[in-house]
């Protein structure tokens, strides 16, 4: 039997059996907005926490993390912030937000801003509907990025009888299928069984690569200090990676991260306390392990391919070179996992957080939970189009639309978590930090690209905070404000 065949089947059944667990959660579903957006709280350990490591990290887990160590050495690694900090993050965060979401029926991230602030009046609205409209604005790329690498993966497991086209329909109709069919349901529970995949395929993958190049990862940094010594220490292997560079990487993207609106409706969606504590222990494990060959195949990556036009690819080259074609095939899937289990989860998110923060307050107040229902299966639809439209302008490298993403939402954390703690918080205060520190991302990104060595996200997020304390201990702390933080003490004594 020929190998695209052989290729071609194992996507097409990883294909089928996304749709067929999408079907059967479906039997679970409510037609309201609430079951649609957030399940209305019902996921239990399982799913939240592997839905919630399998969002996190996408298809640039699977290929831009070795297209990154290619490019600049393992200095890389500084991914572990990334990976340790999703968990602590979701209990220290995530259990507040889950509280407040649980007592007064939040169901988005510009709902809740809006709702903590709401003894700020028109400066809170204004708040709510900015964070909601900048989440949408940044979070819609990212979804675009998955669909673009997963493409070309159809391309290598098809040995090209899969075009770049096809490819691109395929994965947007299966992310489209998913989150219009089955909502938060059906998209946790594809990601529960995307990620047991992703972290099989990352581990046998990597570990096969590794052992059949250079035998083992010790052999593997042996040959690669002899060849790229610079790609073992920083700045790197372009000079890039400075402690500012380094330090601004790590604090823009695990914070940015965390205010992501696909990161964020997870906070809403656990059973109980119990849920949240434990997803966040095992998160911060899962998100953890699932590196563990990863600097090591970067380095082969560097070793048997010295030059390359597109570093983002080389993974699923090296499977095919040092693996048999169904161990590769196989892995690639899990690739496509990583990317859906991503690209799905934003596009509910998108499409959820227009419906309540945009839809219901600004064009039908009265909408009933049905409507609602059926309005966010529509922006599905509609974000499923603009989607697809993006990532046929093929951007740059993932690392590069990852930061991108990130330095946009860093900037508005401040405002989103501080009232959780502050008393002081004040709406006002909160909308000047919000503006002017997106302002600052895009000024540092397009303008006066990272100065001082210092990525734009950083720089966005010390000044949004900067405005908003500042301002905060000028203007008056709003009284709802105080309700939460007091309430939330009530609730968490530590």
């Not at 909601?132 to 040995?159: E, K, R, W």
């Not at 200090?225 to 790197?236: R, T, Y």
Request: hydrophobic share 55%; glycine share 10%; net charge positive.
């Amino acid at each position: 039997m020929e190998r695209w065949i052989i290729g071609t089947a194992i996507l097409f059944l990883w294909v089928v059996v996304m749709i067929a667990v999408t079907w059967l959660s479906t039997k679970y579903r409510r037609l309201s907005v609430t079951d649609y957006a957030t399940t209305g709280g019902a996921l239990g350990l399982l799913t939240l926490f592997l839905t919630y490591s399998a969002t996190y990290h996408s298809s640039y887990a699977f290929m831009g993390t070795t297209g990154a160590i290619y490019t600049h050495g393992i200095g890389w690694w500084n991914n572990i912030h990334w990976t340790v900090m999703p968990g602590i993050f979701l209990w220290i965060l995530g259990k507040r937000v889950w509280a407040l979401g649980r007592k007064r029926g939040y169901l988005s991230i510009g709902q809740f801003t809006a709702g903590v602030y709401e003894s700020g009046g028109a400066s809170a609205k204004i708040l709510g509907l900015l964070v909601a409209v900048i989440s949408i604005v940044f979070v819609i790329p990212y979804t675009a990025m998955q669909a673009l690498g997963i493409s070309y993966l159809f391309q290598i497991v098809s040995d090209g009888r899969i075009g770049f086209t096809q490819g691109l329909i395929i994965f947007i109709f299966l992310m489209v299928f998913i989150t219009w069919l089955g909502g938060m349901r059906g998209v946790a529970w594809t990601d529960t069984v995307q990620g047991i995949f992703m972290l099989v395929a990352m581990w046998l993958g990597g570990y096969m690569v590794v052992s059949s190049a250079f035998g083992s990862i010790l052999n593997t940094f042996a040959e690669g200090v002899k060849i790229a010594p610079d790609a073992f220490s920083l700045p790197g292997l372009k000079g890039a990676y400075t402690y500012r560079f380094w330090v601004s990487q790590w604090a823009t993207i695990t914070i940015g991260m965390i205010a992501m609106p696909h990161i964020f409706i997870r906070y809403f969606a656990g059973k109980s306390l119990h849920v949240l504590k434990w997803s966040a222990v095992f998160s911060s494990l899962y998100l953890t392990f699932l590196y563990i060959f990863v600097p090591a195949v970067g380095i082969v990556a560097k070793l048997v391919y010295p030059s390359t036009t597109n570093p983002d690819m080389l993974f699923p080259e090296l499977l095919l070179r040092y693996t048999p074609f169904a161990l590769a095939a196989f892995a690639i899937a899990g690739a496509m996992a990583a990317a859906l289990s991503t690209a799905d989860s934003q596009l509910h998110a998108a499409s959820s957080v227009f419906t309540v923060d945009v839809y219901k307050p600004y064009f039908k107040r009265d909408a009933d939970e049905r409507h609602l229902y059926h309005v966010d299966r529509a922006f599905v639809l509609i974000f499923g189009v603009i989607c697809a439209w993006i990532a046929f302008q093929k951007p740059g490298l993932f690392l590069n639309i990852l930061q991108m993403t990130n330095s946009g939402t860093a900037a508005m954390a401040p405002v989103i978590f501080l009232p959780l703690f502050w008393e002081k918080s004040n709406a006002k205060a909160a909308l000047i930090a919000v503006i002017v520190g997106e302002l600052i991302v895009l000024f540092t990104t397009f303008i006066l690209p990272n100065p001082l060595g210092i990525l734009s996200g950083l720089w966005g997020l010390l000044g949004s905070t900067a405005l908003f304390v500042g301002l905060s201990l000028i203007f008056k702390g709003e009284a709802s404000v105080k309700a939460t933080v007091k309430e939330l003490k009530a609730l968490f004594v530590e």
